[in-house]
């Protein structure tokens, strides 16, 4: 079996990062400073599809659910790229081929290239589409900090914002992975420190207003305890989008000195760090702070309070922010609130750039085993880095980000799209270690099925959950629905025309035929 120095020399990648460096990466894909910012608007405004029933009391509880269902993701991926460090930049792309070349029976080893290209097809729709929803949010982030300088920043000027952005990015991840690295560490610095700061004032404010203010949650024990099951599952299919990249430094294997021993710790380490510890508390902290004192304006005029407020405002967290700043600390709130701006601004750079770089070396990879176009397999000659593949996410990444600018709907339509790709590459990972598991004399029935089995299951569950219930529940739910799928369904039929063009040139068989052992 070839080892991860074999693999690195075969790429012509140089392994450089430790356990720190492909940790930081991971971690700046989840990015926990840009998140409460972006989605709490999202997940206090959900309500069920159809009704005007909300669901933004179970915030908390959602967040508890996605979390559980990224364990024991987390856990399948750890324990896949353990057996297989050579995997390179394939990540799960790789384990997908190896759960089936590796069966002693032969009869198995012509499902692995539809099990590959499978896990490819959802692993571009999470990586390709996630960096452009990334961007997206970065312009309208950007419009907001201007708008309270009382510059006006319409669509079209939103749009220039998302290309020049997709650039910067594009710019960074073409020199190198080590350039990668130290701004995503930095990023990371900066935003756990400002979370934890901004989680501290929080409580500090609920603590000094306990009878100026109606709070949302009654007791801290309110905010904890779930409420409607349904209501955690609406929660959680947004919830998501704030957790995924776990999985990420399993694509740096190629670049990791120790890539056995350090890419499944890392794994678990950044999901243990930006998810149960990060999220968990400045969610908690934000929830603990929401009262009658956070007002905003509906479309018709209508005064808005409270969770009502945070759901009509396009920066509830801003709005938290500047309210907090000026009650505790002497009216520096607008300061405050431009401040925290900074440092997601900051977060999302980093986890556009981390994004960014998997979904090129896990095209990189593809292109190498001749399952992409050739060109994308090129490394620049300086930096060494898939460079073609960079060149092409930067156009997609800007395309995608002038979309979601548009309107929220259609916001909302392709981080729906991303998370479709998400759910389906975690439900196939999860189901490809089981199968690569089975025949192994290492084979754990609690490691290797239950939490794999209770992970797609799960992963299930949400993919119905996205996209079934909005369907379903028609309006503006069904509309966004509907742009995920015609995102999936588009990239199928091109990822599908090329395999048959691929097939005819080259002769190969989808599932080819194999001979029986000697």
């Not at 079996?1 to 940790?23: D, H, I």
């Not at 601004?345 to 050739?374: C, W, Y």
């Not at 898939?386 to 392709?414: E, F, R």
Request: glycine share 8%; aromatic share 10%.
């Amino acid at each position: 079996m070839a080892t991860a120095e074999t693999s690195s020399t075969s790429t012509g990648m140089r392994p450089t990062l430790g356990l720190t460096g492909v940790t930081v990466n991971a971690m700046a894909l989840i990015a926990p400073g840009a998140f409460l910012w972006i989605t709490l608007q999202i997940q206090a405004a959900q309500t069920i599809p159809g009704g005007t029933t909300s669901t933004a009391l179970d915030m908390w509880p959602g967040i508890v659910f996605a979390l559980i269902l990224a364990f024991f993701t987390a856990l399948s991926y750890s324990e896949l790229a353990r057996v297989y460090p050579e995997a390179g930049s394939g990540s799960c792309y790789y384990f997908a081929e190896k759960a089936f070349v590796d069966k002693s029976e032969t009869r198995h080893h012509r499902w692995a290239r539809v099990a590959k290209l499978v896990t490819g097809w959802a692993a571009h729709l999470f990586y390709w589409v996630y960096p452009g929803v990334m961007v997206a949010f970065m312009a309208i982030l950007i419009s907001y900090i201007l708008g309270q300088f009382g510059i006006d920043v319409g669509v079209p000027a939103q749009m220039v914002i998302a290309v020049l952005f997709s650039v910067l990015v594009g710019y960074i991840a073409l020199r190198g992975v080590n350039g990668s690295t130290m701004t995503a560490l930095v990023i990371n610095v900066v935003q756990l420190v400002a979370l934890v700061g901004f989680s501290a004032l929080a409580v500090w404010y609920r603590i000094a207003n306990p009878d100026q203010a109606e709070f949302v949650h009654p007791s801290a024990l309110s905010i904890v305890m779930p409420k409607d099951l349904i209501n955690v599952l609406m929660q959680s299919t947004v919830a998501i989008l704030i957790l995924v990249g776990f999985e990420s430094c399993t694509a740096f294997g190629a670049e990791a000195k120790n890539a056995r021993r350090d890419v499944p710790r890392a794994v678990i380490i950044a999901l243990v760090i930006q998810g149960l510890f990060a999220y968990l508390i400045e969610y908690f902290a934000a929830n603990y702070a929401l009262s009658d004192k956070l007002t905003g304006t509906a479309a018709d005029g209508t005064v808005l309070t409270g969770l009502d407020a945070a759901a009509a405002s396009s920066a509830p967290m801003g709005d938290l922010t500047r309210l907090i700043g000026d009650s505790l600390l002497g009216g520096v709130g607008f300061g405050l609130m431009v401040v925290i701006a900074i440092t997601v601004a900051l977060a999302i750079l980093g986890t556009t750039l981390s994004a960014m770089n998997t979904g090129v070396r896990i095209t990189f990879a593809m292109a190498q085993d001749q399952e992409m176009p050739e060109p994308l397999s090129l490394l620049h000659g300086r930096y060494v880095t898939p460079h073609m593949a960079v060149y092409a996410m930067i156009a997609v990444s800007a395309a995608i980000g002038v979309l979601g600018v548009i309107s929220v709907v259609t916001l909302t339509g392709i981080t729906l799209a991303s998370n479709f790709g998400t759910f389906v590459l975690y439900a196939l990972t999860c189901l490809w270690a089981i199968i690569a598991f089975a025949s192994r004399p290492d084979f754990n029935w609690f490691k290797h099925l239950v939490i794999p089995g209770l992970g797609l299951l799960a992963n299930i569950v949400m993919l119905v959950t996205i996209l079934g219930v909005g369907i379903v529940g028609g309006g503006d739910s069904q509309t966004e629905s509907l742009i995920a799928l015609a995102f999936a369904a588009v990239w199928a039929v091109v990822s599908g025309i090329y395999v048959v063009m691929s097939n005819r040139r080259t002769g190969r068989a989808l599932l080819p035929q194999t001979k029986a052992a000697a």
